[in-house]
């Protein structure tokens, strides 16, 4: 069963995740991806890497939070990170975004 797969560096513009696999890690940085789709609570990703793109929303992210433990959203257009609210990941990277919201989490 395919656990790690890096799909970086290609142009994808748009992730759509009912097509991949559940896996440990996933990398699809740099791939101009602007939309994220279809994700569900039964994907278990362990690692996702989504730096360097042109990601503005990340709400579709919520019902994964659970088993992510790295998730990498540097270097995108993200301006509200309403969607970390209550999460618990051990490691979020989101430097280089736009930020206009942070909120506190509880």
């Known amino acids: 069963k395919l656990k790690y797969l890096d799909l970086s ?3 994808l513009e748009a992730l759509v995740f009912s097509e ?3 896996l440990e890690y996933l990398n699809v940085s740099e791939c101009r991806v602007v939309t ?9 990703y362990g690692t996702l890497i989504l ?14 939070y659970k088993s992510l433990k790295k998730l ?3 270097q995108n257009k993200i301006k509200k990170y309403d969607a970390l609210q209550n999460i618990e990941i051990e490691e979020i990277l ?3 975004n736009k930020a206009e919201y ?3 989490n509880e």
């Not at 994220?36 to 278990?44: C, F, P, T, V």
């Not at 730096?51 to 994964?64: E, G, H, K, R």
């Open 72 to 74: 990498d959203i540097s």
């Open 102 to 104: 942070i909120p506190a």
């Open 51 to 64: 730096s360097n793109n042109y990601i503005s929303d990340i709400s579709v992210l919520d019902d994964i």
């Open 9 to 11: 560096r290609n142009d």
């Open 94 to 96: 989101a430097n280089g």
């Open 20 to 22: 991949l696999p559940a």
């Open 36 to 44: 994220i789709k279809d994700l569900n609570a039964e994907m278990s």
